[in-house]
């Protein structure tokens, strides 16, 4: 906490991860967790921080003594993995960079909060004219498709502008699709989600995390 205060960056220390589950209100940028004493699984911090945000924090975990047991926790979820001693220019700058990441989820969740709220306000009628909207359809292609007027089918273009606060049809449709994809995010090793059937993809993924793992263990990447 010293080290990290003194490069200005706003701390809070918790001893246990049950004291950590009972302030439900803090929102880290990132976590630090030493291992030393921690009586809890990287599982169970993962739920803590799910339940909490829904969206992905960071987390950096203290105390790997090998590249094997980092590549376990990395695959578990953490973002980064720092061996003791701790190197002091090595943790500050990787609380930096995971605190970037941090704040850039949570930017993007509140996007997609936001963009879901506004689909929420429309009715089932205008959802069924904004998904044709979507598919690149007409006025009077929409209202052929739902039987009614091009006219109609305006107007209700027209209120989905309003209740979107848009001005063109093209921030619409970015509102619409940002509402409807799932939120994803920068975990700091992982840039994609991993599917165990795409065995291209998996690789490449264990390739990222052991190459993370062996920066901080150059010794035993042998």
């Known amino acids: 906490m010293i080290l990290l205060e003194k490069e200005r960056i706003s701390v809070q220390s918790y001893e246990t991860v049950a004291e950590f589950r009972a302030r439900s209100e803090t929102q880290p940028d990132c976590l630090l967790v030493d291992l030393a004493g921690l009586g809890a699984a990287m599982a169970d911090i993962l739920r803590v921080l799910e339940k909490r945000n829904g969206r ?43 605190s970037a990441i941090g704040q850039a989820n949570r930017r993007k969740a ?41 006219r109609t089918a305006e107007h209700y273009r027209e209120r989905i502008k309003t ?41 490449r993924h264990y390739r990222g995390i052991r190459t993370a793992a062996c920066t901080h263990f150059p010794e035993q990447a042998a």
């Open 56 to 98: 992905t924090t960071p987390v950096i975990v203290i105390g790997p003594t090998s590249v094997g047991a980092a590549v376990q926790y990395m695959k578990a979820g953490a973002s980064d993995c720092l061996p003791k001693p701790l190197n002091e220019t090595a943790l500050i700058e990787c609380v930096r960079r995971m």
């Open 110 to 150: 509140a996007h997609i909060a936001a963009a879901k709220a506004k689909l929420e306000l429309l009715t089932e009628r205008e959802k069924q004219v904004l998904d044709l909207m979507i598919s690149g359809r007409t006025n009077q292609a929409v209202g052929d498709e739902l039987k009614i007027s091009g």
């Open 163 to 203: 209740k979107f606060e848009a001005k063109h049809l093209v921030e619409i449709l970015y509102t619409a699709m940002i509402a409807m994809q799932s939120v994803t995010h920068e975990t700091g090793n992982q840039r994609e989600p991993v599917a165990k059937s795409n065995k291209a993809r998996f690789r």
